[in-house]
Structure formats: C-alpha cells, structure tokens
C-alpha cells in the first residue's frame, strides 16, 4: 500500500535536531558499523572518500568535507579519527563532535594514519571503496600493516546505509520539500524560445535558496527522437516539445529525487499514451513494495507492464539501465535492476522510475522516491503524478 507524505510542511533549515538526538545517532550508527564488521571479522574500518564518493566519510562525520581524499579510521573499539588532505576541513570536523580527533591527510607521506594503524595492530582490516583507493596509499597500507588482511568494506558500508533512522528521514523529508519546489519552478518558466540551459538555472536559484547543498540534473527536450538525457544545452523549445528531467537535490547531505516530464503546450495523443504507460508501470513497482521484497522483484514488475503492453524490448539494456535507485548520502545507491536480489528493508529509502523511450514519444521519465514501510511503501513527494504542460507562449493549448 502507498502513502503519499505531505512535505509542504517540512520546512527546509539548516542543522537536525538537537546535540542530544544527533548523539544519540551516532551512537545508532558506530553501534550498526560494529555489528557489521564483527560478521566480518574486522578489527578496524577505513571509509575511504575520493572527491565524487565521500557517502561513507560524511556517515561517519557529518560533515561537508572537501578535500580531494578523506579517510575515517574506524576501530572495533576506541577513538575514531578523520583526516582530509584540505586543511580547511580540520575546523568543521573538529566542531562537529562526530569523531574523537581531526588531521590533515598527506597522500604522499600519510604518517599520522600510519601510526595509528600501528597502534590498532589489526589483523583484518576492511576499506570501504577499497576499489577506488589510490595506489600510493593502498602501498602506504600495506606497509604499515604487512601482517594485516585487506578487504574491500565497500558492500558492508552500502548495507549499513541501506536501512534510514528517523534522523535520517527527517532529513530526507527536507530534501523531498527541495524536490517539489525545484518541479514547481521547472514547470514555472517552461515556453518556447527558452534553451535548455534556463531552465536549469531557474530551478537551481529556487532550490539552492532553500537551502540545497547540490543539484544533480539531466535534462532532455523534443519529440520522439528523445533517447535519452543529458546536462543542459542551449537547445532552444518549441511547442509539442516533451521536456524531460530527473532533479535531484542535497539537502544536509542527503539526496532526493524527482523524474518528471512536462510538455510545452498541449500534448498530443502519443504523450498522453507514454504517460499512462510509464504511470501503470510506476504504480505496479510500488504495489510491489513491502520488507523482504527483491530490488528484482520491484523491476520486473515495472517492466511485466511494458511486456504486457507489447513495449518490452524497452526494457532491455538497450534502451535503459535501472528501474530505479536507492537513495542517501549518495544519489545513486543499490540499483532497482532485474536480477539484483538485494532485499529491501523496513525504512529503505529508493525512487521508482521505468525511464526510458519507447516509440509513443520518445524517452519518457516518471518517477518517486519512497520509503518500505510495513505494509507496503510511503511516496515522499507529494507532486502530482500527471502529465504537465505548460500554455505559457503557445496558442489553442488547454488550460
């Protein structure tokens, strides 16, 4: 069963709740993470963050790090240390109060890291995104700790994250209020003439004032030629145009997304068709919903939809890639995709969206995050779920 949640009120602010909630996380979390790594067998946890994937560096501090590389060393007990190779971080993860020391990382000469490696004497040690450590620090690694096992922590960390704590829900409701907002200014200023570039401008100046952090978006606009999505390009509307988008904003470091496609004028029979497919195929995925269901089990009832229609070759490699993703602290996580048998937990946090084209009108994009609950599944945005259109500059459109 899903529930539509009303963000309309979850005003977007800074900040969460008070010092003691946000201990009282962090001791949920560190509490998740050594649970986790006692299956393992781990004695100490690396969160490894490069520049694009600093999820599991942010879990574990809170903070909006911006060096190049971060690092939290984790032990099974005792304090927990963060370094970043930009100095500027130091203050803000320090003020934080998420871990017990801050330090500045050298990746040439990682000297500070080493020696706490060296006190920990561990014998198993797991990285998370182990597979995109670079080599002079996974040589520094094996140096300091010759006698230690290796591995990658990366599936250990994204089954930590998978399941959302109230706290991080309450953030993430934020980032669903961002998402309505930026459709709204999306749908707001769509008329022929304007490029494509515009668009995202507008929506990028509502949302990064209430507060967005980022903005992922892909854009495409025409008519069935439409295979897909891409940045923005001066490409300039035109009436009948389908515009097509997937928005989605970082709030407090969680992300949130929205696929939606709107049409500049009124939309013809063909766009009318695609959306009542793509809509049935949505609705299907979320009846799907419920603890203990299959990321495989949410996809293939999407594409049964597409099957029984006679548009199934669509939903093959060469026209899409997933039915949808988790959501967090990264944008894309566990992907809603025909044999991944990942199981989906109470408080799972992914969006359903069978994207892709189909010969009605072009690619096609529909879509919402939702939550597991119980008995079924909670629609995070309350954006109707219709196929816009915009008169703004075009003539015998319906209002």
Same mark, same amino acid.
């Given at each position: 069963?899903?529930?539509?949640?009303?963000?309309?009120?979850?005003?977007?602010?800074?900040?969460?709740?008070?010092?003691?909630?946000?201990?009282?996380?962090?001791?949920?979390?560190?509490?998740?993470?050594?649970?986790?790594?006692?299956?393992?067998?781990?004695?100490?946890?690396?969160?490894?963050? *490069?520049?694009?994937?600093?999820?599991?560096?942010?879990?574990?501090?809170?903070?909006?790090? +911006?060096?190049?590389?971060?690092?939290?060393?984790?032990? +099974?007990?005792?304090?927990?240390?963060?370094?970043?190779?930009?100095?500027?971080?130091?203050?803000?993860?320090?003020?934080?109060?998420?871990?017990?020391?801050?330090?500045?990382?050298?990746?040439?000469?990682?000297?500070?890291?080493?020696?706490?490696?060296?006190?920990?004497?561990?014998?198993?040690?797991?990285?998370?995104?182990?597979?995109?450590?670079?080599?002079?620090?996974?040589?520094?690694?094996?140096?300091?700790?010759?006698?230690?096992?290796?591995?990658? +922590?990366?599936?250990?960390?994204?089954?930590?994250?998978?399941?959302?704590?109230?706290?991080?829900?309450?953030?993430?409701?934020?980032?669903?209020?961002?998402?309505?907002?930026?459709?709204?200014?999306?749908?707001?200023?769509?008329?022929?003439?304007?490029?494509?570039?515009?668009?995202? @401008?507008?929506?990028?100046?509502?949302?990064?004032?209430?507060?967005?952090?980022?903005?992922?978006?892909?854009? @495409?606009?025409?008519?069935?030629?439409?295979?897909?999505?891409?940045?923005?390009?001066?490409?300039?509307?035109?009436?009948?145009?389908?515009?097509?988008?997937?928005?989605?904003? /970082?709030?407090?470091?969680?992300?949130?997304?929205?696929?939606?496609?709107?049409?500049?004028?009124?939309?013809?029979?063909?766009?009318?068709?695609?959306?009542?497919?793509?809509?049935?195929?949505?609705?299907?995925?979320?009846?799907?919903?419920?603890?203990?269901?299959?990321?495989?089990?949410?996809?293939?009832? /999407?594409?049964?939809?597409?099957?029984?229609?006679?548009?199934?070759?669509?939903?093959?490699?060469?026209?899409?890639?997933?039915?949808?993703?988790?959501?967090?602290?990264?944008?894309?996580?566990?992907?809603?995709?025909?044999?991944?048998?990942?199981?989906?937990?109470?408080?799972?946090?992914?969006?359903?969206? *069978?994207?892709?084209?189909?010969?009605?009108?072009?690619?096609?994009?529909?879509?919402?995050?939702?939550?597991?609950?119980?008995?079924?599944?909670?629609?995070?945005?309350?954006?109707?779920?219709?196929?816009?259109?915009?008169?703004?500059?075009?003539?015998?459109?319906?209002?």
């Amino acid at each position: 069963m899903a529930t539509v949640s009303d963000t309309r009120t979850a005003a977007p602010a800074p900040g969460t709740g008070s010092p003691a909630q946000d201990a009282a996380e962090r001791t949920l979390r560190h509490t998740k993470v050594r649970a986790a790594m006692a299956d393992e067998g781990l004695d100490a946890l690396l969160a490894y963050g *490069p520049g694009w994937r600093r999820e599991n560096v942010r879990y574990f501090t809170d903070t909006r790090v +911006a060096g190049s590389s971060s690092l939290v060393l984790f032990p +099974a007990a005792g304090a927990v240390s963060a370094f970043t190779t930009r100095r500027a971080d130091l203050p803000e993860l320090a003020r934080g109060g998420w871990v017990d020391e801050a330090l500045e990382l050298d990746v040439w000469d990682p000297a500070p890291l080493v020696e706490r490696l060296h006190g920990l004497a561990p014998k198993r040690v797991g990285v998370a995104h182990l597979e995109l450590l670079p080599t002079v620090l996974a040589d520094a690694l094996h140096t300091a700790l010759p006698g230690a096992e290796l591995v990658s +922590a990366t599936g250990l960390m994204d089954g930590v994250r998978l399941v959302k704590s109230d706290w991080e829900l309450a953030r993430m409701r934020r980032s669903a209020a961002v998402c309505a907002a930026g459709w709204e200014a999306f749908v707001d200023v769509l008329e022929p003439g304007l490029p494509e570039y515009r668009i995202v @401008a507008e929506v990028e100046a509502r949302i990064k004032l209430l507060g967005a952090e980022d903005n992922f978006m892909l854009i @495409a606009s025409g008519g069935d030629e439409v295979r897909g999505m891409t940045a923005p390009t001066p490409r300039v509307l035109a009436a009948g145009d389908m515009v097509r988008t997937e928005l989605t904003p /970082q709030m407090d470091g969680y992300w949130l997304q929205i696929c939606r496609s709107a049409v500049v004028g009124e939309p013809s029979d063909g766009q009318r068709a695609s959306f009542d497919l793509f809509n049935e195929a949505v609705e299907a995925g979320m009846a799907a919903v419920r603890p203990g269901v299959t990321a495989h089990d949410v996809a293939k009832a /999407q594409n049964d939809v597409f099957r029984a229609r006679g548009y199934g070759e669509y939903c093959t490699s060469q026209y899409t890639r997933v039915r949808g993703h988790g959501h967090g602290l990264h944008l894309d996580e566990t992907p809603i995709i025909e044999g991944n048998e990942t199981v989906l937990p109470q408080n799972a946090v992914f969006i359903i969206h *069978p994207n892709t084209y189909t010969p009605l009108a072009g690619y096609h994009v529909l879509g919402d995050p939702v939550r597991v609950t119980q008995d079924g599944c909670e629609v995070l945005i309350p954006t109707e779920r219709r196929l816009f259109h915009s008169d703004k500059g075009t003539k015998g459109a319906a209002a």
